[in-house]
């Protein structure tokens, strides 16, 4: 690893700097003033331009003008200054950002795809020796959209990162990196709305549905409380009881039943301890038992924080002021 990889996130001059002089990676959106870069994209060297980390545009051969997301892993939003934990500023957080995508640029990666596309219409591409070498650098993070742990390779790069303090994992590792938020009024299907939540542990996702409407620039954190293992055993004991989640509870082991009630306690969001179908009605049921004081009175902390920015005011000359 060469020296200037391994200060990732140090709070020096250098970091500063960098952003500053980063005019050409800025957020108006054009491949032709992109740098190109090259990939073998199932088997044959193509020109692609990374708009970050995680994503490029195809730009010759077979899928030339496809839009493509990188399998497996996730950087940091690089459309501005927006995430912030621990004791990063969102800045700094930026820097790290631009970095992975610098860091894609560099290098010849080996890329396949089957043409499966992710809901936004880009096409997976799996890029396994780029996506581990950001990871080991502490320049992402490992990342599924199910309840699946990530690749072994890349939560084994990810946890060697963390336990050296690399890059994102600097200064803080929150239980959960908040990588997406959408305010109320983005749902125009009654699908409902959520904020995509990742696993710093494992990599899976967790989706904290709400009804919340965001203002532009407002800063959304997801919150974390002390839970308190009394409190937990009480609460075990009367969902045991609960006729109206019995369904719910009655399969589950103690052993499960603690993690989710711990789980519970410490994030207030049902995770993967029980089917999908099941976690809103089993999630707006334990609020009760949260209103009633059953899981105590301690007051939550932010753990992983993002600024929302709509999509249609994170670039070019229109971009939000807290953007600019």
């Known amino acids: 690893m060469h020296t200037d990889d391994r200060r990732v996130g140090r709070r020096v001059g250098w970091g500063v700097a960098l952003l500053a002089g980063l005019t050409f990676l800025s957020p108006a959106r054009s491949d032709a003033a992109e740098p190109r870069s090259k990939v073998i994209l199932n088997g044959e060297l193509v020109q692609v331009t990374f708009n970050d980390g995680d994503s490029f545009r195809v730009l010759s051969g077979d899928l030339a003008g496809a839009k493509a997301r990188l399998a497996g892993y996730n950087t940091l939003e690089s459309y501005g200054p927006v995430h912030q934990w621990g004791s990063w500023t969102a800045k700094e957080l930026y820097v790290i950002a631009k970095m992975a995508t610098l860091h894609a640029r560099k290098g010849i990666w080996e890329c396949t795809t089957d043409g499966d596309t992710d809901t936004y219409g880009r096409i997976l591409v799996e890029c ?139 994030f207030h969001l049902v995770d993967r301890e029980v089917p999908k179908d099941d976690r809103d009605t089993l999630n707006t049921h334990l609020m009760g038992y949260v209103s009633k004081g059953s899981f105590g009175d301690a007051e939550p902390q932010a753990s992983s924080c993002m600024i ?17």
């Open 128 to 266: 396994p020796g780029l996506a581990e070498d950001l990871i080991r650098r502490g320049m992402a993070h490992a990342l599924t959209v199910t309840d699946e742990p990530g690749e072994p390779a890349f939560l084994a790069a990810q946890h060697e990162a963390m336990e050296a303090k690399r890059g994102l994992w600097s200064h803080g590792i929150p239980p959960f990196i908040l990588t997406s938020i959408h305010s109320v009024e983005e749902d125009t299907e009654g699908h409902g709305t959520y904020n995509r939540l990742v696993s710093t542990e494992d990599g899976h996702s967790m989706k904290w549905q709400h009804y919340n409407k965001y203002s532009e620039c407002s800063k959304v954190c997801f919150m974390e409380y002390e839970v308190d293992p009394s409190k937990v055993e009480e609460v075990m004991a009367e969902l045991r009881k609960d006729i109206a989640v019995a369904s719910i509870i009655e399969p589950l082991d103690d052993a499960t039943l603690r993690k989710l009630v711990e789980g519970f306690a410490r």
């Open 308 to 324: 929302h920015i709509d999509f249609k005011r994170r670039f070019g000359t229109g971009r939000a002021a807290c953007l600019k």
